[in-house]
């Protein structure tokens, strides 16, 4: 008996593991003008080790890409293969499972292994599958960037610096820090 509770506790355990994940991601990229540059990005972004299978819209430019179950999506090397095909990012929405996770403005969760700093957000708390957008510097538009530098006090993202200027639990962290809206 003490097994089975063991292996059920187990079994609880990786399911809220597993659903604390990144589930896709959709990319609209910037500078395509042909089905060559679609297939340059497209070829570039299937080398990702956590991509599972890719969809694309050439209409819309965009990338719906389909994340591997329990394997960390690391989001600069997404944006990284688009670069290295020779494009940009105009647009990253990423769908994350949340578990009542409370979020406010300006504040920071830690989630899936990454470090997440709300902008422009309202005081909610966060379940099942929820979109929310990075708006870094190389992730939006300029004029996307000046308009959520707005927004938020917070010198890391007004700078264009991400990392260790954020404050968590009154420290600085060192750690990549994503600003991101919903």
Same mark, same amino acid.
């Given at each position: 008996? *003490?097994?089975? $509770?063991? @292996? @059920?506790?187990?079994?609880?355990?990786?399911?809220?593991?597993?659903?604390?994940?990144? $589930?896709?991601?959709?990319?609209?990229?910037?500078?395509?003008?042909?089905?060559?540059? !679609?297939?340059?990005?497209?070829?570039?972004?299937?080398?990702?080790?956590?991509?599972? *299978? +890719?969809?694309?819209?050439?209409? $819309? %430019?965009?990338?719906?890409? =389909?994340?591997?179950? /329990?394997?960390?999506?690391?989001?600069?090397?997404? &944006?990284?293969?688009?670069?290295?095909?020779?494009? !940009?990012?105009?647009?990253? #929405?990423? %769908?994350? /499972?949340?578990?009542?996770? $409370?979020?406010?403005?300006?504040?920071?969760?830690?989630? !899936?292994?990454?470090?997440?700093?709300? @902008? /422009?957000?309202?005081?909610?708390?966060?379940?099942?599958?929820?979109? +929310?957008?990075?708006?870094?510097?190389?992730? #939006?538009?300029?004029?996307? =960037?000046? &308009?959520?530098?707005?927004? %938020?006090?917070?010198?890391?993202?007004?700078?264009?610096?991400?990392?260790?200027?954020?404050? %968590?639990?009154? &420290?600085?962290? !060192?750690?990549?820090?994503?600003?991101?809206?919903?």
């Amino acid at each position: 008996m *003490k097994k089975l $509770s063991v @292996i @059920i506790l187990m079994a609880i355990g990786l399911h809220f593991s597993a659903n604390a994940q990144i $589930s896709k991601a959709s990319l609209q990229a910037a500078g395509l003008t042909c089905a060559m540059c !679609s297939k340059a990005t497209l070829e570039a972004l299937k080398t990702l080790p956590f991509v599972d *299978k +890719i969809d694309t819209d050439l209409n $819309s %430019t965009t990338f719906l890409l =389909f994340f591997k179950p /329990n394997v960390p999506v690391n989001i600069d090397q997404i &944006k990284q293969k688009v670069d290295e095909a020779g494009f !940009s990012v105009a647009k990253l #929405v990423l %769908t994350a /499972n949340f578990d009542k996770v $409370s979020i406010e403005n300006d504040t920071h969760i830690n989630y !899936s292994g990454n470090t997440f700093h709300f @902008i /422009n957000a309202k005081n909610q708390v966060l379940t099942g599958d929820r979109n +929310i957008t990075v708006i870094d510097k190389d992730f #939006v538009s300029a004029k996307q =960037f000046k &308009k959520f530098s707005a927004l %938020t006090t917070m010198p890391c993202y007004q700078t264009g610096v991400m990392a260790g200027c954020c404050k %968590t639990e009154g &420290k600085t962290t !060192s750690q990549r820090i994503y600003h991101v809206t919903i």
